[in-house]
């Protein structure tokens, strides 16, 4: 028998400052000493060793006995949660809504009635395909749910960051997300739609073009979820005291403006860093620089729906922001991470039906299938009934109801009366007057299943929406189209969806159909109601003209090398400060690099682990011997070569050239590159680097 048993009793060792133990087998033991607390069993029971079970003898079988090992596993194994069927991939943060001036004009809601009032609120952001464990930078529409802890209970808005969507009626909810998931019998791909289900589905869907327009567009692939929009999509309405109505759309707009990146960029930076979206966030809410978005009201009355083009009540249609101006109301401050992922972010429950009195829904179609779907899946996901008693969902404003009892009940009424009404005088009663009150519309019409007449124009908003584009984002939805595609492996469906885009805009169709490679073009798609080409560009649709007035918030990501100029790196430090950007330091070690003047630089990546993709803007603060060295290191061309293709301003020095050339970059190639050597130059870079990026050079190259 090998003598494992006979070893030397404990000894003590210390590991980075840590005193632990050694046990007779070699394992270190954590003990409790002064006033560290001793760890437990989940009943409370105080344990002496969670490094060993409980066996007979040293080498003998476990022991049935051991209650700490049983409890400590089975709570391992049921750790996990069903993942939401949509959104599994999301990320929150705590904050506070602040209304501007009194809405009760319109609304009674109690969250509008007081200038200044603060609401805490929670918002989760997410993709919508992929499962928990996806990257951030998918091709996908993104949540936006805001949670808003109202003093009339949680109003939650449960919006995206694209105001319109795929489908008019919630009863093809499950045909479009099943399409778009992982294929079922091979079970990939994974939080792409670039495959044959969805766009089978999404060309045999023409209600779904103006949507395609959108995800095809650099909306859905934000840079961070800080510089993104997000909108309640439906058609809602406000009610006042007299229970008068106004129709009302939720917009919230981003203070540091829109940002998206480019498809490359996005394909490398999932690579890089799937948890890019997720990590920005963080370190911006950890770094103070809390992000913030105007919550923006377009209100309108019947008149105004009877006299619009498109139904309001069609979620597949905008209210162009021209035509109708939003309103500011109101701004929303994300400035604390939860302490816990799984209680806060994970098991945060949205719901459309959770509306305070004074704001109701109106008839659309999707709004009305979701106010069922999601009390439903919550019950799924969190397993009881009493998903409102997890501290993420319980109201902050006092409940008194007569529910009870159920699986984990955390609350249960106090006293003998559990019912009402009852004539012990006990309990809440009803209120006619501060009570949720729905707009008395009146209705009548025959029990049907039928689309009406006024959801058939499917294509002339998407055209809009193409014309309000700049050239670079029309080229930016022509290629993801024509990436998708391409990924599609049968021929019809392909067809089919060039056969839609002819419907939308006749060169965007051209472009996509050669860039496929289609020998002739397909005739256009039947459409229900002849497109229209009348209706104006709408300039708030573009990304490109709704960027930043500043840098702020932005990041520029600085390769040096061993000999580099402290002086300048200080310099373009301070300057990125001011203007409330950050920088990052590449270097080809961790540990940093010796500057020229003797003085130490250290280094946030090494070279192969900052790609470019990372940062907003690049810089190269080399010395020429570091600069000929890093021409032999892929990681370092393709910083270059990569910031170069994304369009990004670069930061030079003139030793940097030799690297420049072999990332096949002249020094001089457009007014992209700048050099950081003159009196004035930094301010120049940062002056270029506001306008995030260099689109005429994308431009020249011809697609
Ligand atoms: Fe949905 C989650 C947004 C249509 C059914 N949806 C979910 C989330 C967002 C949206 C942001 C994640 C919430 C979170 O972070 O926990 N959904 C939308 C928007 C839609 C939309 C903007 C159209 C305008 N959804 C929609 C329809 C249905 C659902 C038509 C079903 C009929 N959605 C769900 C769901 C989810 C959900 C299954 C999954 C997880 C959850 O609810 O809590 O109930």
């Not at 930076?269 to 103070?288: C, E, K, M, S, V």
């Not at 105004?304 to 701004?331: H, M, N, Q, S």
Request: hydrophobic residues 40%; charged residues 25%; negative net charge.
């Amino acid at each position: 028998m090998a003598k494992t048993t006979t070893q030397s009793s404990s000894t003590t060792a210390t590991i980075h400052d840590q005193k632990l133990v050694r046990g007779k087998g070699g394992e270190l033991h954590q003990i409790a000493e002064g006033d560290a607390p001793v760890l437990t069993t989940a009943q409370g029971g105080p344990v002496a060793d969670d490094q060993n079970t409980l066996k007979a003898g040293p080498r003998g079988p476990s022991l049935m006995e051991d209650f700490h090992f049983r409890e400590k596993i089975f709570h391992f194994d049921h750790e996990r949660i069903p993942e939401r069927v949509v959104h599994a991939r999301g990320y929150g943060a705590h904050g506070y809504f602040e209304t501007y001036e009194s809405l009760a004009k319109y609304t009674r809601a109690d969250i509008f009635q007081r200038a200044g009032e603060k609401t805490p609120a929670f918002v989760r952001f997410s993709t919508v395909a992929g499962s928990k464990g996806s990257s951030d930078l998918a091709r996908d529409v993104r949540g936006f749910a805001v949670k808003l802890y109202t003093k009339e209970g949680n109003w939650d808005i449960v919006g995206n960051n694209i105001p319109v969507f795929f489908i008019q009626d919630a009863i093809k909810f499950p045909d479009l997300i099943h399409s778009v998931k992982a294929e079922p019998d091979r079970g990939f791909p994974q939080a792409q739609s670039a495959h044959d289900n969805f766009w089978d589905f999404i060309s045999l869907t023409p209600e779904s073009m103006n949507m395609v327009m959108w995800v095809m567009s650099d909306r859905a692939i934000p840079r961070s979820l800080r510089f993104m929009e997000g909108f309640g999509v439906h058609t809602f309405r406000f009610l006042n005291e007299k229970d008068e109505s106004t129709f009302v759309k939720f917009h919230w707009k981003p203070k540091a403006g829109l940002q998206s990146v480019v498809w490359n960029e996005a394909v490398k930076i999932n690579g890089a860093d799937p948890d890019f979206h997720r990590r920005d966030l963080w370190d911006a809410i950890q770094a103070g620089d809390f992000p913030e978005w105007e919550l923006r009201v377009q209100l309108f009355d019947q008149a105004f729906a009877d006299g619009f083009d498109f139904d309001v009540l069609d979620p597949t249609k905008i209210i162009p922001e021209e035509l109708l101006k939003p309103i500011p109301v109101g701004r929303l401050v994300l400035d604390r991470m939860p302490d816990n992922f799984f209680a806060e972010t994970e098991q945060v429950a949205f719901m459309t039906q959770n509306v305070p009195p004074g704001v109701d829904f109106s008839n659309d179609p999707l709004l009305q299938g979701r106010n069922f779907s999601y009390l439903d899946t919550q019950i799924k996901r969190l397993g009881s009934t009493n998903f409102t008693h997890i501290p993420i969902n319980a109201p902050k404003c006092p409940m008194h109801h007569f529910q009870q009892d159920g699986h984990m009940a955390m609350r249960n009424p106090v006293g003998r009366v559990n019912y009402q009404p009852n004539s012990f005088g006990d309990g809440p009663r009803e209120s006619p007057r501060r009570g949720f009150r729905s707009f008395a519309e009146p209705l009548e019409g025959e029990k049907v299943r039928l689309r009406a007449e006024s959801f058939a124009d499917h294509y002339s908003q998407a055209r809009q929406f193409f014309d309000s584009q700049t050239a670079p984002e029309q080229k930016h939805i022509a290629m993801a189209l024509t990436f998708e595609l391409s990924k599609v492996e049968t021929p019809t469906i392909r067809e089919r969806m060039v056969s839609h885009l002819l419907n939308i805009d006749e060169g965007l169709a051209e472009m996509v159909a050669d860039k496929l490679g289609m020998k002739k073009l397909p005739k256009p798609a039947d459409a229900a109601v002849t497109p229209r080409t009348d209706l104006d560009p709408s300039p708030a649709l573009s990304i490109v003209r709704n960027g930043p007035e500043s840098f702020a918030g932005r990041k520029v990501g600085v390769l040096v090398s061993p000999g580099a100029d402290a002086a300048l790196l200080k310099k373009l430090q301070a300057a990125l400060e001011k203007e409330g950007a950050m920088m990052e330091i590449v270097a080809p070690k961790v540990g940093g690099v010796e500057a020229a003047d003797g003085s130490w630089i250290e280094a946030k990546h090494m070279i192969d682990g900052g790609p470019s993709v990372l940062f907003d803007a690049v810089a190269l603060i080399l010395s020429e011997e570091g600069a000929e060295h890093l021409t032999g290191e892929a990681a370092a061309r393709d910083f270059v070569a990569d910031a170069f293709a994304h369009c990004k301003f670069i930061g030079i020095t003139a030793a940097a050239a030799p690297l420049l050339r072999k990332a096949g970059v002249e020094p001089d190639a457009d007014e992209g590159l700048i050099d950081l050597g003159g009196q004035k130059a930094v301010e120049d870079f940062i002056a270029a680097c506001r306008k995030l990026r260099l689109w005429s050079r994308e431009m020249a190259v011809k697609l």
